[in-house]
T-cell receptor, first 111, second 113 residues
Framework: SQQGEEDPQALSIQEGENATMNCSYK?????LQWYRQNSGRGLVHLIL?????REKHSGRLRVTLDTSKKSSSLLITASRAADTASYFC???????????FGKGTKLTVNP | KAGVTQTPRYLIKTRGQQVTLSCSPI?????VSWYQQTPGQGLQFLFE???????NKGNFPGRFSGRQFSNSRSEMNVSTLELGDSALYLC????????????FGPGTRLTVL
């Protein structure tokens, strides 16, 4: 089963609004990463947050990590049509040798 | 710096055939990982190579194999293709390993008829 589960599975918003996506995972992790994928293409790394960090910013992106709740959130502020994509969280579970991806949140930003 | 390249981009095969996919990582990256992406199962880890050695392997049958060359280029091979092998196969490289930022290629879309 997937280590990370994104929520919601799909999200549709208007340009200019904020988009929040959540990721929950099951076991302890070393770090958590967020990636974006435009339709049928490769993934693009957005941000990496380590298990000892609580919040990280990159441009219009804000990521939080709550290891006690085993959850993370990705906030995209002032969304644009170009943000339309699927967003995945990926965890690096402690003791595991694999980077495990969730099934993603499909974000649609309407102009 | 050139990005990760994958060839071919699209492939159509029939059941029972075999296929070889190629991945050239970013220059200087020694770790190459392969993933299979399908609508039903999402992104699943196949294997990771580091300095020509398979370092990690996912839960896939032995029909899926790979290798890495001294220049870090990697190939994966799928033998005796099944319909369920139809997927987008993604290659990713990193400077360290799977815990680091992964740089993905555009993928190879494999269709098995």
């Amino acid at each position: 089963s997937q280590q990370g589960e994104e929520d919601p599975q799909a999200l549709s918003i208007q340009e200019g609004e904020n988009a929040t996506m959540n990721c929950s995972y099951k076991t302890s992790i070393n770090n958590l990463q967020w990636y974006r994928q435009n339709s049928g293409r490769g993934l693009v790394h957005l941000i990496l947050i380590r298990s000892n960090e609580r919040e990280k910013h990159s441009g219009r992106l804000r990521v939080t990590l709550d290891t006690s709740k085993k959850s993370s959130s990705l906030l995209i502020t002032a969304s644009r049509a170009a943000d339309t994509a699927s967003y995945f969280c990926a965890t690096d579970p402690t003791g595991s040798e694999k980077l495990v991806f969730g099934k993603g949140t499909k974000l649609t930003v309407n102009p | 710096k050139a990005g990760v390249t994958q060839t071919p981009r699209y492939l159509i095969k029939t059941r029972g055939q075999q296929v070889t996919l190629s991945c050239s990582p970013i220059s200087g990256h020694r770790s190459v990982s392969w993933y299979q992406q399908t609508p039903g199962q999402g992104l699943q880890f196949l294997f990771e190579y580091f300095s020509e050695t398979q370092r990690n392997k996912g839960n896939f049958p032995g029909r899926f194999s790979g290798r890495q060359f001294s220049n870090s280029r990697s190939e994966m091979n799928v033998s005796t293709l099944e319909l369920g092998d139809s997927a987008l196969y993604l290659c990713a490289s990193s400077s360290g390993g799977r815990a680091n930022e992964q740089f993905f290629g555009p993928g190879t879309r494999l269709t098995v008829l």
